[in-house]
């Protein structure tokens, strides 16, 4: 089991930068492969990103790609999203997620799940 645990959302204006970061405690972080998910009020749980293992290969949503660069540091326990040219429509809670065996863009194909990080973009 990995337990994990999300920071560094908060206030920013469009066209502006924000990183989140997951800290994750538990069985062998480099053993899992992890995502990124966001929800906003209303709406469901949605794709971001998602990285496998040695981060060999990492996957992105559509609207979020070339904007946002998802990574992991297997030394370190942590995955990390760097999240640039926000806009409004970026605001949402966003999650990290782990799972023990694919990397998915589906919120099903994940074992763990962070508490979440609120991140607001204004206009």
């Known amino acids: 089991q990995v337990q994990l645990v999300e920071s560094g959302g908060g206030l920013v204006q469009a066209g502006g930068s924000l990183r989140l970061s997951c800290a994750a405690s538990g069985r062998t972080f480099s053993s899992y492969a992890m995502g990124w998910f966001r929800q906003a009020p209303g709406k469901e749980r949605e794709f971001v990103a998602a990285?496998?293992?040695?981060?060999?290969?990492?996957l992105y949503r559509n609207s979020v790609e070339g904007r946002f660069t998802i990574s992991r540091d297997d030394a370190k326990n942590t995955l990390d999203l760097q999240m640039k040219s926000l806009n409004p429509d970026d605001t949402a809670v966003y999650y990290c997620?782990?799972?023990?065996?694919?990397?998915?863009?589906?919120?099903?194909?994940?074992?763990?799940w962070g508490q979440g990080t609120q991140v607001t973009v204004s206009s």
């Open positions: 990285i496998g293992w040695s981060s060999v290969m990492t």
């Open positions: 997620a782990a799972s023990r065996f694919r990397v998915s863009r589906s919120a099903g194909g994940y074992d763990y």
